[in-house]
């Protein structure tokens, strides 16, 4: 069907930077919005950023001015650049993707999420 792998993720100290990957695969047909997500302990799924098929964005104020979010559409990738990393950005961070998808004779679309990956911000 449809697989987004995520990477990128990991350990930085506050004011660091991390890039964010995430590749999508499988039966694709197209790939609409993608986006990023990201849930801290104790906390709901908040978005982060996301970006339509013609390159529009929106960001989490809470992150404004500090994240880009960028897609490569022949690759189904879309990536998130964190700058100036705070603790408060501590989470786990999801991809998500609307996708149309080939379903046998059908392609119907939904969305699809990555496994998330932990970014962890602390000194």
């Known amino acids: 069907q449809v697989q987004l792998v995520e990477s990128g993720g990991g350990l930085v100290q506050p004011g660091g930077s991390l890039r964010l990957s995430c590749a999508a695969s499988g039966s694709i047909f197209s790939i609409n919005g993608m986006g990023w997500y990201r849930q801290a302990p104790g906390k709901q799924r908040e978005l982060v950023a996301d970006?339509?098929?013609?390159?529009?964005?929106n960001y989490a104020d809470s992150v404004k001015g500090r994240f880009t979010i960028s897609r490569d559409n022949a690759k189904n990738t879309v990536y998130l650049q964190m700058n100036s990393l705070k603790p408060e950005d501590t989470a786990v961070y999801y991809c998500?993707?609307?996708?149309?998808?080939?379903?046998?004779?059908?392609?119907?679309?939904?969305?699809?999420w990555g496994q998330g990956t932990q970014v962890t911000v602390s000194s």
């Open positions: 970006i339509t098929s013609a390159g529009s964005t």
């Open positions: 998500h993707a609307g996708v149309t998808y080939y379903s046998g004779l059908f392609r119907p679309s939904r969305a699809f």
